[in-house]
């Protein structure tokens, strides 16, 4: 039977230290229930003590009427030379009502004698004083051991006192911290072994990932013998981030045999890493293993040949075990099995012979000597080959889109957009102001169909990126626009090539709505809405 291992996240708490990362009340509720759903055990939620916007979340935690986790509060141990029924941190961990309290306390002497100028004494006091408090309330307390692996190696000794006093005072868990993020995997295994030989309390671990080693840590430290990690999603965190969950969960359930959550649960770990860098508002790495978009990509050939015949040839698992899928790059390094992949993902008749398939590869390689990239666009390489074999029905057609922009003295650059479409035989017309050319065709395009299809309120443009082409070219050179969209399950990448970055621009965005379309049917109800909102606006 597989030995269970607790999830511990910290993205709202350790994950918004991270550069760029800010999160509202709302955005934090959204991802603790995507965190829940998720199956993981605790959810550190914040520090009381620090700010209001943490108060607020807690007092609302019971909207969340979480099914799975935990939620915990983090603090500090006392101060020094103080009375722990009279510290105002830990009073207020016990003012917010959670179960849980997640304190930590200094395991290194020299951030003893530096950083909180006390005595070694006092720390071990402030240690067992703030553990016997809480629990004295009826807490599970988890001591997070702040430095532990530095202290650990500055001071042996030291260190261990400082875990014992933890367990001495009633401690649930200690939480070994590589908080600097420096150890190595045989210097966390070694160590990790010691501990679990000092004390009987149940061990957990806390790396940062400043070696590009929090998940290696954080494995070594479980096969050594700790039974919860603490990580975030995405490895969000300060510096260069934490131990990223997205990565540990399927490393410990399916390569390790622990058990961490259900089977069902580890496959919406795709979905539920997207939807966390979407709240965050932070990209996500395409190449980051198991839940990236390139996880699971191929674009060689000769691999490309081997995966039809056998997905295991080119890939460790099944991506579907964590909610992501398989994808085949078509550019001019890859062969024709490529070509055939993409065309059964879509059921269609792929055959060498075939006339049309044979204009498909002409047309893709002439657009590729264009500047086009079909690798890094699969929703418009799926869109070609549709529209190759006469299984595209277009959504909508474009007649005509204009762009205005003034500016007045002292004030902004204005840009509108007017965009005119058909919708199945209605001719739709609308405007709208943006931030920019791009942003402003957007918002009119959306205008235009929402109505039609209000499906579209769910999708949102992720990224957008401009490559110049030909740079001797200056001013006047061909550029390739590349546009992420994404509905918080799904991310598709469309792209338009021209001498106008607008007219590539638009391209790459009409691609995208109408790759999101692909199959929708047109809200009928609204037509006659939709008629009367044409007839307004041309008497007008």
């Known amino acids: 039977m597989a030995t269970n291992v607790k999830i511990f996240d910290t993205t709202l708490r350790d994950g918004t230290q991270g550069e760029g990362i800010s999160l509202s009340v709302e955005d934090k509720m ?64 016990l003012e917010v009502g959670v179960p849980v309290a997640t304190i930590f306390g200094k395991s290194w002497d020299f951030h003893v004698h530096q950083a909180i100028q006390t005595t070694l004494e006092e720390n071990l006091a402030m240690i067992y004083d703030s553990v016997r408090y809480l629990k004295s309330k009826g807490l599970e307390v988890i001591y997070d051991a702040e430095h532990f692996f530095d202290g650990y190696k500055n001071n042996a000794e030291y260190a261990l006192q400082t875990i014992r006093k933890a367990e001495e005072a009633g401690a649930d868990w200690i939480v070994l911290c590589d908080t600097n993020g420096g150890s190595l995997p045989h210097e966390v295994t070694q160590i990790v072994t010691v501990v679990k030989q000092t004390v009987s309390t149940p061990i957990g671990i806390h790396a940062h990932n400043d070696c590009e080693l929090g998940v290696a840590n954080s494995l070594a430290a479980v096969a050594a013998g700790a039974t919860q990690v603490q990580g975030t999603i995405n490895g969000y965190g300060e510096r260069c981030g934490n131990a990223n969950l997205c990565s540990i969960i399927p490393n410990l359930q399916l390569k390790m045999n622990y058990s961490c959550i259900s089977a069902e649960q580890l ?49 460790h698992i099944t991506p579907e075990l964590v909610g992501n899928k398989q994808r085949v790059l078509v550019s001019e390094l890859a062969g024709q099995s490529n070509l055939v992949f993409k065309a059964q993902e879509l059921g269609l008749d792929f055959n060498n012979d075939n006339q049309q398939t044979k204009q498909l590869i002409e047309q893709i390689k002439e657009m590729e000597h264009q500047g086009y990239q079909f690798e890094g666009a699969d929703a418009s390489l799926e869109l070609l080959i549709r529209d190759a074999y006469g299984k595209l029905e277009e959504a909508f057609t474009v007649d005509s889109f204009k762009i205005l922009m003034f500016k007045n003295e002292n004030q902004p650059v204005v840009t509108e957009a007017i965009v005119k479409l058909n919708i199945k035989g209605e001719t739709v017309y609308n405007a709208a102001e943006g931030n920019g050319p791009v942003n ?64 590539a621009s638009w391209d790459a965005l009409v691609d995208s709505i109408r790759y999101a379309l692909l199959g929708s049917k047109p809200n009928a109800e609204h037509h006659v809405d939709e008629q009367r909102e044409r007839v307004g606006l041309v008497n007008h």
């Open 30 to 93: 959204k991802i603790a229930r995507k965190l829940d759903s998720l199956g993981v055990h605790y959810i550190e939620g914040g520090w009381p003590g620090s700010n209001n916007k943490d108060i607020e979340f807690f007092t609302r935690v019971p909207e969340l009427q979480l099914k799975h986790a935990k939620v915990t509060a983090f603090g500090s141990t006392r101060r020094k030379d103080s009375l722990a029924e009279n510290d105002v941190n830990l009073n207020r961990i």
């Open 440 to 503: 402003a065709l957007d918002n009119a395009l959306r205008k235009c169909l929402q109505r039609h299809y209000p499906a579209l309120q769910s999708i949102h443009l992720s990224d957008y990126k401009v490559r110049v082409l030909d740079e001797k070219d200056t001013t006047a050179a061909k550029v390739r626009v590349l546009i992420e969209s994404s509905d918080f399950k799904n991310v598709w990448s469309t792209v338009g090539v021209s001498d106008n970055v607008i007219e």
């Open 267 to 315: 496959q919406s770990l795709a979905s539920v890493a997207r939807y966390v860098s979407e709240i965050a508002n932070m990209h996500m790495p395409m190449n980051q293993p198991y839940v990236g978009s390139a996880a699971f990509a191929h674009k060689g050939g000769i691999h490309v040949s081997a995966i039809l015949r056998n997905s295991s040839t080119y890939e």
